[in-house]
């Protein structure tokens, strides 16, 4: 349904956002919801009217936070009111009158909660936050009022069992399948006890879920670590030096210095500070930011969670969460998502393993050097000594080619190139349009025939009020049915440069704007009829591929030789240079492979805990042994995000579905040998991928879209080759 479609990518680069309500829904909304908003609520109200901006944007200028809940609750009221009229139709139920006509309900929700969610993610407040944690049972109580409506169902069941006789169209008949499967798996078949103990559960893990990401802001913020001396940032470059001093700035903090934590275990200052008592204090700061006992621990708010979440699986028939939430995905069981991770631990770990000892040899040199003893490597010298045997190995650190990346530069020359010469898009700036934060910058997209496609915003640097990591989203989510075009953002997490300074990135960074921009593409290319099944509303296992397969671009010859220019002179990078870049290709590979892996089991550990076992009473002790039980604690590598800040699984969509960013660089190393195998980066290849691929939505079985497109199921040998699994060595 339309109301429902506000849900948030978080990516392997980035984490995943707060997000959205799900996908269609049923049980009595509270009374708080069935009352019509006061006109003076409504007056001024930009929510209660569709924008009359371009594409139907947002005019950001006009919303205010007081906008947020009567707004929020006349759309629950709203759709509340379609969904009735549909359920107590007297006319027998056909595909129009009932499936079609729940794809045009809740325009007015979704139009409010699209701008919410952006708003709790990128630029939120504790006003917002509180308006979250207060909304969010109520909207969990929406979606069952509408997933477990009897006469609703009734009308699904009865279209869906005469469905060989409509001789519908396959998107129509997919689109039957999803909402069939989709009340079945959220309790429509339930018992009225039943449904009324999983509404119940579905209030408390909203809430809960809310309350995480909210705590999350807030200790990733207080997380930050505030030097007074600037001699404890040696080895940060000067501008990294100002950043962190315009930090201590925007606090109020005189005379100190704040490096601010990224969603990340690893933090990217600890590669270049050379005092490791502080590197070890940021890495402290990072693993234990939501461990301080205080108001922000999310330690008895996860382990209720987790604890709910297998109560409502059992409830609906599975054996664990992971059973009830993988059955409508690729993988389509935990044992089928766990065997793949299985495949990649024993190559990753011998992999990490070299790359350590190389690491211990170099610790080894340097202090002897130094004259003193030597000491073990621990995960907050893992970068730092990583940037020293990068330099020995491959003669390259990341201050080298940081002048060759400048932000607006890879945006315009780098990512927006790559879309042109694949698919033949163009992108126009534009300054006229509202924004919800000055550094957001807006772009019209035209296809290749001239025709306006719809909007990008791109949101790119760090803000203490922002959530961590990178995400994509829509303010407007593209189909046919309701004619409406995309407008959609990237948000990441870059650091800011002092006033008068370039934003210079990391090779990383670059490919992180490559990858959200992936996902973009997936929205912008949307050519479906059905809001639900359009863009980027397809399974997790899937929604990654799209802008994993991007990535790749950021290092093709031609793509990299037009962006990776010195910010100053203009001139291209070196060739030595960008061969000492691609040399180093493989570099750290092992660790980057383990660190997910260690996740995505933990992820999997969870959510498989049956709903027999009671409530996990000491969440550290739980990760350590459900590392150890999947043969991956790896003590100088930690999970890329520890249970307590995973912000993936407990508050952006990805419970039992983290293995879907290992699962989608499948997909995606395998699409890319493809390309390599018919000529690489062509209009004829990109027009090909488009129109089979990035627009047809989750419009055909995912697995068969694949197939069709590849000419075979997808496999892991690409996958083993461009990750430098084939074998242990760097």
Aim: aromatic share 10%.
């Amino acid at each position: 349904m339309q109301g429902f479609q506000t849900k948030i990518l978080a990516c392997a680069c980035c984490a995943l956002l707060a997000g959205g309500v799900g996908v269609n829904a049923s049980a009595a909304v509270p009374a708080a919801t069935t009352t019509r908003a006061p006109a003076a609520k409504t007056a001024g109200n930009p929510f209660f009217q569709p924008s009359t901006l371009p594409f139907g944007t947002m005019d950001f200028g006009k919303v205010k936070d007081a906008d947020y809940v009567p707004a929020i609750e006349e759309g629950m009221r709203r759709q509340m009111r379609e969904i009735d009229a549909i359920a107590d139709n007297p006319a027998p139920p056909t595909f129009d009158n009932t499936i079609v006509a729940m794809e045009k309900t809740g325009q007015m929700l979704t139009r409010v909660m699209n701008v919410f969610s952006l708003y709790t993610g990128a630029d939120t407040n504790p006003g917002l936050q509180k308006i979250s944690e207060q909304e969010a049972p109520k909207l969990a109580a929406h979606q069952d009022a509408i997933y477990l409506n009897a006469k609703l169902f009734d009308r699904i069941r009865r279209v869906y069992d005469e469905r060989a006789k409509l001789k519908l169209d396959p998107e129509s008949e997919r689109l039957l399948e999803v909402d069939y499967q989709e009340f079945v798996l959220n309790g429509a078949k339930l018992s009225k006890a039943d449904q009324a103990k999983l509404k119940h559960y579905n209030e408390q893990i909203s809430t809960l879920t809310t309350r995480f990401g909210n705590k999350l802001i807030a200790a990733t913020k207080a997380g930050a670590l505030v030097v007074g001396d600037k001699a404890d940032l040696a080895g940060l470059s000067p501008s990294q030096v100002d950043a962190a001093a315009q930090n201590a700035r925007a606090r109020g903090l005189k005379g100190k210095w704040v490096v601010a934590l990224q969603n990340t275990t690893q933090q990217p200052d600890l590669a270049f500070l050379k005092d490791r008592a502080i590197r070890h204090q940021l890495y402290e700061n990072s693993i234990d930011r939501a461990e301080k006992g205080g108001a922000d621990d999310t330690r008895s708010t996860i382990a209720e969670i987790a604890y709910l979440r297998a109560q409502k699986a059992r409830l609906l028939g599975f054996d664990d969460y992971a059973a009830w939430k993988i059955k409508d995905q690729m993988a389509k069981t935990p044992r089928a998502a766990i065997d793949f991770l299985d495949q990649l631990v024993p190559a990753a770990k011998a992999r990490a393993a070299v790359e350590a000892a190389e690491r211990q040899q170099m610790i080894d040199k340097d202090q002897k050097a130094l004259g003193q003893p030597s000491f073990k490597l621990e995960p907050w010298d893992w970068e730092f000594y990583g940037q020293q045997v990068q330099k020995a190995k491959y003669d390259l650190d990341d201050s080298e080619v940081r002048p060759y990346f400048e932000l607006h530069n890879v945006l315009v020359n780098g990512v927006f190139y790559a879309a042109h010469e694949l698919y033949g898009i163009s992108f126009k700036q534009r300054k006229d349009i509202p924004v919800w934060n000055p550094d957001v910058l807006v772009y019209e997209v035209y296809d290749a025939n001239g025709k306006p496609l719809g909007l990008f915003y791109a949101d790119y640097f760090k803000r203490d009020n922002k959530a961590g990591g990178a995400w994509m989203s829509d303010i407007v989510h593209p189909n046919t049915l309701l004619h409406q075009a995309p407008v959609i953002y990237n948000v990441a997490n870059f650091t800011k440069p002092a006033p008068g300074q370039p934003a210079l990135l990391s090779m990383d960074d670059v490919v992180t704007m490559f990858h959200e921009f992936g996902h973009a593409l997936n929205g912008f290319f949307a050519d479906t009829k059905y809001p639900s099944l359009s863009g980027t509303d397809t399974a997790r296992d899937w929604v990654e591929f799209p802008s994993q397969f991007n990535e790749h671009w950021a290092t093709y010859p031609q793509v990299f030789d037009h962006y990776a220019v010195d910010y100053k002179t203009g001139k291209p990078m070196p060739k030595a240079l960008v061969a000492k870049l691609r040399n180093s290709r493989m570099f750290n590979k092992g660790y980057d492979m383990t660190e997910l892996l260690e996740a995505a089991l933990l992820d999997m550990s969870w959510h498989t805990l049956p709903a027999s076992a009671p409530k996990v009473a000491n969440v550290d002790a739980f990760e350590t042994k459900a590392l150890e039980d999947n043969h991956i604690l790896v003590p100088y590598v930690p999970p890329r995000y520890r249970s307590t800040y995973f912000l993936h699984i407990w508050g952006n969509g990805y419970a039992a579905g983290y293995y879907a960013y290992l699962w989608t660089e499948m997909l995606a190393d395998d699409a890319y040998a493809w390309f390599g195998e018919h000529g690489g980066l062509t209009r004829a290849n990109g027009d090909r991928f488009r129109k089979m691929i990035l627009s047809r939505g989750n419009t055909v079985d995912l697995a068969d879209l694949y197939k069709a497109w590849r000419g075979r199921a997808p496999n892991i040998d690409a996958m083993k080759k461009d990750r430098g699994l084939e074998s242990g060595k760097p």
